[in-house]
């Protein structure tokens, strides 16, 4: 069974750029999760999905971060405009469905340098 | 609240056991977990326990939970230099079906 995808592995921007993030579950998983890790921290939810709708969007920064889950499948995490404390590893995380939460499986993450 | 704490550093040598403590605040997590990061790499869960339950054992793994303490441990046996990664334990609240994670533990294994 193929794992979590995610693209890129890394990417450096300056600061006020735009970046986005991509993330293809593992089939069938309804459930999704981006998590934010900056560096010597354990990493924290910014949005879950279930299917294509969001369950929990609290701890995003709306004002430039968004994020989509179009057709309940691929999901992309935009920043717009970054900032310098955007510096982090993005994970993308799923699940199978009825285990929402209790198994969580993560793709490798995207590294971004904001500079 | 839901601050999940860990010491940053462990050093053992190859073939000792390796304790990782973890200590929460919610009394209502109902799921504890155990993930390992490598370096560049995702987590990759190792093991979990529910919160009724007071020790698990998986190869050479043994999770214990002291719920009245709020403490969990992971306790890895015949430590080896593969195990050298970030630890991060993490809890799952009642209604909620998100993972708080703790700040990880770094485990060096010497040879």
């Known amino acids: 069974e193929a794992g979590v995808a995610q693209s890129p592995r890394y990417k450096i921007i300056e600061k006020r750029q735009s970046v986005a993030f991509w993330c293809n579950p593992i089939s069938g998983h309804a459930t999704l999760y981006w998590y934010q890790q900056i560096l010597g921290q354990g990493p924290k939810l910014l949005i879950q999905?279930?299917?294509?709708?969001?369950?929990?969007d609290s701890q995003l920064p709306k004002d430039r971060f968004s994020a989509e889950r179009l057709k309940g499948v691929d999901s992309t995490l935009k920043i717009q405009p970054a900032k310098l404390e955007d510096s982090a590893v993005y994970l993308c995380?799923?699940?199978?469905?009825?285990?929402?939460?209790?198994?969580?499986?993560f793709g490798p993450g995207t590294r971004l340098t904001v500079t | 609240g839901e601050d999940v704490e860990q010491s940053l550093f462990l050093s053992v040598r190859e073939g000792d056991s390796s304790v990782i403590n973890c200590t929460y605040t919610?009394?209502?997590?109902?799921?504890l977990y155990w993930y390992k990061q490598e370096p560049g790499a995702g987590l990759q869960l190792l093991t979990y326990i529910f919160s009724n339950m007071d020790m698990k054992q998986d190869q050479r793994l043994t999770v214990l939970l002291n719920k009245k303490d709020k403490h969990l441990s992971l306790r890895i046996a015949d430590t080896q230099t593969g195990d050298s990664a970030i630890y991060f334990c993490?809890?799952?609240?009642?209604?909620?079906?998100?993972?708080?994670f703790g700040t990880g533990t770094r485990l060096t294994v010497i040879p």
């Open positions: 993490a809890e799952i609240q009642t209604g909620a079906n998100n993972l708080f």
């Open positions: 995380a799923t699940s199978p469905p009825g285990l929402a939460g209790f198994e969580q499986y």
């Open positions: 919610d009394s209502s997590s109902t799921y």
């Open positions: 999905f279930q299917n294509n709708g969001v369950v929990d």
